[in-house]
Each structure stands twice: as structure tokens, then as C-alpha cells.
């Protein structure tokens, strides 16, 4: 009993001693870290705004009103006018003059119930999506058999098979061998099983690319082929390899539905075919086509008090396509932006120069709304310190690249200083950069010769998860790191304001391209004022 007495003891004094250190050093840990953010004297309205985006987020009210309420916000839709209705209103709640400035039309369509179902050989609810500006049933029924395209050896082969499409709807995209991402693969499978299905589905693609070549027209031009042979309808299925993704954009039809179908239940439909099993379907929409309707940027501005003709701006494109609710593109961008607006009204409602907010509409077609927006103010263009975008999803920022101007290091790293290193301290940065050539709303500016900046965030697996697909919901987005986007945005909008002068709009001269020939700036683009889909 006695040894057992001192081995309990020593064993207790041995765990105290083991908890007292251990205790010692992560205190000691917290005591450096909280050393190292101290070094970091922090300006007080870079405190107050840091206070404010952090305690006082309307960043979920925000996303749940455009998101869940507005939903998503194709350009030519009541989604779209709800939108900048919307944007309007809540700019002006905040105190923010805001209005919606017109700059062009588009072919206007609305969404109406969809209904998709399998008749034959069994009953199955189908999952799928009547694709943008598609053509609808008007409301009733059609049911017809299912068909893909044939296997053909040239194009008037192809063109005696045409009229046996009348009356039928017809599958025009290639059925996927594994609806498994190939992460999935990865994690469990086999290298020979892994291989396998590799050179399977690299076969399978070059035999449908074989199948579209030897029709003698363009994938783009198959669906107007069938429905002026008189197919009743397109079924497509644009799989983006993840777990129930599909990419969701415009129809190319103009008389027959156009309809997307997961990967899942067009892969049964196409095996059924195949096989040689009858198969019917029934569709049913009630879309509308609203003829032409007018297509706006919602731009509000918070007044500059020493230098108003001198502007920053704040970028986001507020249109989405219709697969989901816009969430990761370009929600998180329109929301961001906003929270950064109602932050600096609140703490800074008299800046130097006067802050605008951009939310653009039409970028999915074109860039449109911001293309046109710097063809319609040179003034503004002329005298702007500095743009700074948000699109590409829900990520926290994390690189930013300088867009081609010599001088940018010296005034992006000195905004940046200002903003804490918690936020900064792993955005990896790019100077000078190089101009970008389209890809979002900052090329409209940098085109025109503007320092503007795309906040690129990490992924998130935006590509395949969300990036225009019926995924891209309220659900995908991370608050905490769009707390970091709207914290280092606005410290950085703020310092760019304050500049004493206007910054040196220098820019580099830019490498050879693989011709040879000397690197060109990316020249200014007309807009499309006028559209009628995709």
C-alpha cells in the first residue's frame, strides 16, 4: 500500500509538472503571437473599421436578402431588376446616394415552373434544369421518346438521319463513364482501375468529338439543326466534375426547350437508348420571353470632401447565371462590396475623395455593364485613384497582382501596411503584374489605362463546386474569410482616398509574346448595349 501511495504521488507530481509546462509554453505562444500583432500600431479608423466589419457584420443579412429573397439575377430578368431594385434601396437605407444608370437592353426571358419526368420504361422524377432563355412548352406537356446522336460516318449521313428526330427529344452532350470526381478516384481507387478509367473516358471523348466533327457543323450549331428538323426538345448535360455539379448557361435554341440533366439521370437515359429500350420523357415549362428590356448598373458614391471629382472605386459584377442563386459568383463580391460601402459611411462619411461602388450588370456576357461604364464617364475614368474588384468566390483574398503598372509596389504595399498583418500576412503579391485581358470587371479599368486590382481569393474549389453551377447557393459561403475581403478592402479604399495626390499610372512594357512581337496593352472594348442570350 505504501508503494502504491508513492507511486500515485509521483505520478501526480510528474502529470503538474507535465500540465505547468505544457500550460508555460502555449501561454508563452499566445504572449508572442499577441507580441507580434502589438509590433502592428493599427490607425484608429483602421481600428474602428476592423471593429465594425467584426462586431457588427450585416454580411449574412446581406447574402440571405440577394441570395435566398432576390435569388439569382440573369441580365434580362425580373431576378435581375429585383436586384438593383434592391441594391438601391439598401444603399439608400444606409445613407449612400445610389441610382440605377442604364446602359444598354437585353432580350428579356422568366423563369416559370419546370417539370421533367421519365414515363417509360419506368416512373422517375428527373433532375434537371431548363437552361437560360430556352423556349417553353407554354405550359403543357410533351411527351415524346428520347434519342442521341447517331454515330455517323460524314455530314450527309448525318443530314439523312436529321428527320428522324422530328417529334423526339434528342441528347446531344457525351455521357460521362464515372460520375465519381477524380479526387474520389484518387482517394480509394486502384492505380490500374484508376488508369482504366482514364483511357475509358479519354476514348469515349475523342469517339463524341469524332461523332460532333463527322455532322460537318459546330457543337454551338446542333440544337438549331434539331429544331428547325423538328426535334422537340435539346436535352444536354454539362457535368463539372463534382459530386452533383453541373455547369448551367443559355440555350442555343430558339423554338425547342433546352434542358439540362444531371449526370446521373442523363446517364441512365443515354444507357437506356442505347440498349435499344424505348424511353419517353414528359417536360413541362412555363418560362416567358419579355421581348427587349433595359439592363443597368446600380452605382452609389459616397462624396469625397476635399478632392470630389476624384474617385476610388469599389467593383463587383451584381448579375449571376441562373444554375444556382449567384452565391460564390458574384455574390460574395455584390455583398462584400456593400458591407465596405456601409463600414466607410458610418466611419468615414467624409472621405478625401469620393468613394463609388460599382455593381455591374451583364459581366457574364461580356463584361457589358463595366465596359460601358468606362465609355460613358471618361471624366470619372480620367481622375481615378484606384479600383479594387471582387469576384471570384467565397475565399479570403489571397493574392493580388499589380495589373501592369510600374509604380504599383509603392502604393499598394503602403495601402496594405495599414491593414492588419492578420489579414495580409499571407497574400502573396505581384509587382508590376501584368494587365488582365478580361477575365472580370478590373479589365474594363486597366484597359483604359485605370490601377485597378483583382482581390483574388483562394478557391474553395470554385471551378468545379460553384463556379456557374446549380450548386452556387447561400450554403457555399464563408463568412469568416468574406469578413477579411471586406476588412482589407476597406482599409485599402480608405488609404487610397486619402493619398495626398492622384498615383503615377505608369505602365511597364510588357514581354514579347511567343510570336516574337512586343507585348500589346489590352485595348478598350465595345460593350454589347443590345443582346439576346448567351
Do not use: C
Not at 131 to 150: D, F, R
Amino acid at each position: 500500500m505504501k508503494r502504491t501511495n508513492l507511486t500515485y504521488i509521483l505520478s501526480k507530481r510528474v502529470l503538474g509538472y507535465a500540465l505547468f509546462f505544457t500550460f508555460f509554453a502555449l501561454d508563452h505562444g499566445f504572449a508572442q503571437n499577441r507580441s507580434q500583432q502589438g509590433s502592428q500600431v493599427l490607425e484608429p479608423i483602421v481600428q474602428k473599421i476592423v471593429a465594425e466589419a467584426n462586431h457588427n457584420s450585416q454580411l449574412e443579412s446581406l447574402a440571405f436578402e440577394l441570395l435566398d429573397v432576390v435569388g439569382p439575377r440573369l441580365v434580362g430578368t425580373p431576378g435581375m431588376t429585383r436586384a438593383n431594385e434592391w441594391a438601391l434601396a439598401k444603399f439608400e437605407s444606409w445613407g449612400i446616394t445610389a441610382q440605377n444608370q442604364k446602359f444598354g437592353e437585353w432580350r428579356g426571358w422568366e423563369r416559370g415552373i419546370s417539370h421533367i419526368d421519365m414515363i417509360t420504361p419506368r416512373v422517375k422524377s428527373l433532375a434537371g434544369t431548363q437552361l437560360a432563355w430556352s423556349p417553353s412548352t407554354k405550359g403543357k406537356s410533351i411527351q415524346a421518346e428520347v434519342i442521341s446522336l447517331p454515330d455517323v460516318k460524314d455530314s450527309l449521313s448525318f443530314h439523312k438521319w436529321l428527320p428522324s428526330v422530328k417529334g423526339k427529344f434528342v441528347m446531344i452532350s457525351m455521357p460521362q463513364p464515372t460520375g465519381r470526381p477524380d479526387h474520389n478516384w484518387e482517394e480509394y481507387g486502384t492505380k490500374e482501375s484508376i488508369d482504366r478509367m482514364k483511357v475509358s473516358r479519354d476514348s469515349l471523348a475523342v469517339l463524341w468529338n469524332n461523332r460532333i466533327k463527322a455532322s460537318g457543323v459546330s457543337a454551338n450549331s446542333i440544337p438549331a439543326m434539331l429544331e428547325d428538323a423538328g426535334a422537340v426538345g435539346i436535352l444536354t448535360s454539362n457535368w463539372s466534375k463534382e459530386f452533383g455539379a453541373n455547369k448551367i448557361f443559355g440555350a442555343r435554341s430558339y423554338k425547342a426547350p433546352s434542358l439540362d440533366i444531371s449526370l446521373e439521370d442523363y446517364g441512365m437515359l443515354y444507357r437506356l437508348t442505347e440498349k435499344g429500350i424505348s424511353t419517353k420523357i414528359s417536360v413541362e415549362t412555363a418560362s416567358k420571353d419579355l421581348g427587349n428590356v433595359p439592363s443597368f448598373n446600380t452605382i452609389a458614391e459616397i462624396k469625397g470632401s476635399q478632392f470630389p471629382n476624384e474617385y476610388v472605386i469599389l467593383s463587383a459584377h451584381l448579375d449571376s447565371w441562373e444554375g444556382g442563386s449567384g452565391a460564390t459568383d458574384n455574390g460574395t463580391g455584390t455583398i462584400a462590396m456593400m458591407e465596405v460601402a456601409r463600414i466607410l459611411k458610418k466611419i468615414l462619411p467624409n472621405p478625401k475623395r469620393t468613394i463609388l461602388i460599382g455593381l455591374w450588370g451583364s459581366e457574364e456576357q461580356g463584361l457589358n455593364g463595366s465596359r460601358s461604364f468606362v465609355l460613358d464617364n471618361p471624366e470619372i475614368i480620367e481622375n481615378t485613384q484606384a479600383v479594387f474588384n471582387l469576384d471570384n468566390g467565397t475565399g479570403r483574398v489571397e493574392r493580388i497582382n499589380g495589373s501592369g503598372f510600374v509604380h504599383a509596389y509603392d502604393f499598394v504595399s503602403r495601402w496594405m501596411s495599414a491593414v492588419p498583418a492578420y489579414v495580409t500576412k499571407d497574400i502573396k503579391t505581384e509587382f508590376p503584374g501584368s494587365p488582365g485581358g478580361g477575365g472580370s470587371d478590373h479589365s474594363s479599368f486597366v484597359a483604359a489605362g485605370v490601377p485597378a486590382f483583382m482581390l483574388s481569393s483562394l478557391s474553395w474549389g470554385y471551378f468545379s463546386n460553384t463556379w456557374h453551377t446549380n450548386l452556387d447557393t447561400y450554403d457555399k459561403l464563408v463568412f469568416d474569410d468574406l469578413k477579411y475581403n471586406v476588412i482589407l478592402t476597406a482599409v485599402m479604399a480608405y488609404k487610397a482616398s486619402e493619398e495626398g495626390k492622384l498615383v503615377n499610372r505608369e505602365q511597364r512594357v510588357l514581354p514579347a509574346g511567343s510570336d516574337g512581337k512586343p507585348g500589346i496593352w489590352p485595348p478598350i472594348r465595345q460593350p454589347r448595349r443590345t443582346g439576346v442570350g448567351y
